[in-house]
């Protein structure tokens, strides 16, 4: 299975832009890149999701490297809300079926106010 | 709408107990379902996952198993807790397609003692 890299853990300010980095040099070229996050004591949600094009939605935009080894999720205003682990995954396979979703140890951001 | 139920929230069982953690979903049909942990610290790690009724995949060897009865039910079991098996237990759904997101439960604390 392709694997990801992430940092161990960031900070940021709130309300400024957070941008966490994933490399997945591995990659093969149907894998989908998907971010979830995991605030304390709860289960993981979904964030956003992309393959090659930069991908936006409410919560964060998805930044994909033209050779599809690394992405970044950007969260453009940080808020206390966002203090959570970032978990950067790529699906096992891109066809129907189940798929498993590997997930690695994450970043853990911390938003200082 | 579609929901998850996971229960207990926590448990405390004794070395060499059974174990039953029951998952239903609700909502929709034929999901696909998957029962992870989470030790001390981060990262999850996938114990099983189902793509229909009596189909169940083992990823990783231990004194676990998990069942299917019915389409949107999925339990995880033990007959013989170790100290090792203490943990954050997580269930999620997802339905069939190359993206759709995985939705998680709000999970059970296990602690064995």
């Known amino acids: 299975d392709a694997k990801t890299t992430q940092p161990n853990s960031m900070e940021s300010n709130e309300e400024e832009p957070v941008h966490l980095p994933c490399n997945h040099s591995t990659i093969s070229g149907t894998d989908y890149i998907h971010w979830y996050r995991q605030l304390p004591s709860q289960g993981p949600e979904y964030v956003i999701h992309?393959?090659?094009s930069n991908v936006n939605n409410r919560m964060a935009s998805l930044a994909i490297a033209e050779d599809r080894k690394s992405s970044t999720l950007i969260l453009h205003r940080a808020t206390l809300r966002d203090a959570a682990v970032y978990y950067c995954i790529l699906r096992d396979t891109p066809y129907n079926q189940g798929g498993k979703l590997i997930f690695g140890q994450g970043t853990e951001l911390s938003v200082k106010p | 709408s579609q929901t998850i139920h996971q229960w207990p929230a926590t448990l405390v069982q004794p070395v060499g107990s059974p174990l039953s953690l029951e998952c239903t979903v609700e909502g929709t049909s034929n999901p696909n379902l998957y029962w992870y942990r989470q030790a001390a610290g981060r990262g999850l790690q996938l114990l099983f996952y189902?793509?229909?009724?009596?189909?169940i995949s083992s990823e990783v060897p231990q004194n676990l198993s998990a069942s299917r009865p019915q389409d949107r039910q999925f339990i995880l079991s033990s007959k013989k807790l170790l100290l090792s098996d203490s943990g954050f237990y997580l269930c999620?759904?997802?339905?069939?397609?190359?993206?759709?997101?995985?939705?998680f439960g709000n999970g059970t604390r296990l602690t064995v003692t």
């Open positions: 999620a759904w997802k339905s069939d397609g190359v993206n759709s997101p995985l939705h």
């Open positions: 992309g393959l090659t």
């Open positions: 189902s793509v229909g009724i009596g189909q």
